[in-house]
């Protein structure tokens, strides 16, 4: 059922390359440095992530499943009209991922993740970007089409949601943890 939910998700990755500065020196560190809501509807939105990564290795290929990389299986049981469902949602491992994205509620004024199965399926590979020229530099964003803002899962009854993002490049080299900003239930 929660594959369901996040089915109408599709990710695009827009890039501005660093070649229209060739002074820049950034870090070869990944770093989220913007995120952004833009509500389609009730519950729709698309995300943008901006991103810089100094030595362009942020992205994966394909075939980028063996160690330390490969999937293993997040196993989820959970109560749906009185029934026990065994679900897998996604992967344990953070690398197989290089996109992370958590989901959290607020309740009574604590960040907590209600329902870490629904959240996993947020997570996503980000397929490596082909920049023009010799300059590897990268500065763009990944945008995230169709997208349910508030999770049908289990919740923890908080009336408030934000999403946290973090990369990781080819390198294993963990980008900063951004949160969006907070978005209201109504």
Known sequence: ??????????????????????????SPVPAVKGVS?????DNQAEITVSFEDGDGNLGLFDFDTGEPRQFEA?????????????????????????????????????????DPCESNLLSRRVPVPEPEGQDKTLIGDIVLNNVQVFLSGETAGGDSIRYGFQLFDRDLNESNVLYSELLVKE
């Open 74 to 114: 997040l196993v989820c049981e959970r109560m749906i009209n009185g029934t026990l469902v065994i679900d897998t949602a996604g992967s344990t491992n953070p690398y197989y991922y290089n996109l992370f994205i958590t989901y959290q509620e607020m309740v009574d004024g604590e960040w907590i993740d209600p």
């Open 1 to 26: 059922m929660a594959s369901k939910v996040h089915s109408a998700l599709f990710l695009s990755l827009i890039l501005l390359l660093g070649a229209c500065d060739k002074d820049q020196d950034l």
């Open 37 to 41: 809501i833009d509500l389609l509807n």
